[in-house]
């Protein structure tokens, strides 16, 4: 199965702070902040995970481990060599990253010349 990946304007290699600024510009929105969402980045070899998190509702211990990520939701990960996106279910971050580079070691890694296009873009 191939992975799409989507270009960035990222400094290459990708460091720490360069996958942080590219969460924050490519896959946060304006109001995140705002609703208590924050970013979680796991850096491996090959890649960084980044997976939402959500602010405990009140009422919620908050000295407890957050909850899990909700079902449907995605898992992203930044390429290192290139700054590029891509998608991945809720799946372990460490179980994203080992299949991330299989994906590509084997070329099935596909890194698109641009992102795709909003639908709601197109009817307008």
């Known amino acids: 199965m191939d992975i799409h990946a989507y270009p960035t304007e990222a400094t290459i290699p990708v460091d ?8 924050d510009h ?12 924050t970013n979680l980045l796991t850096e491996f070899d090959s890649c960084f995970t980044v997976v939402a998190i959500f602010a405990p509702h009140p009422g919620i211990d908050p000295h407890k481990p957050p909850l899990p990520p909700a079902i449907g939701g995605s898992v992203c990960v930044i390429d290192k060599p290139t700054g590029a996106v ?3 279910p809720t799946y372990p971050t460490d179980l994203v990253a080992e299949q991330y580079t299989r994906a590509m070691q084997s070329g099935q890694l596909i890194i698109e010349d641009g992102w795709p296009e909003d639908d709601d873009a197109e009817e307008h």
């Open 16 to 23: 720490l702070a360069e996958a942080q600024r590219i969460a």
């Open 26 to 37: 490519y896959l946060s929105s304006a109001d995140d902040a705002d609703r208590g969402i």
């Open 86 to 88: 891509s998608y991945w």
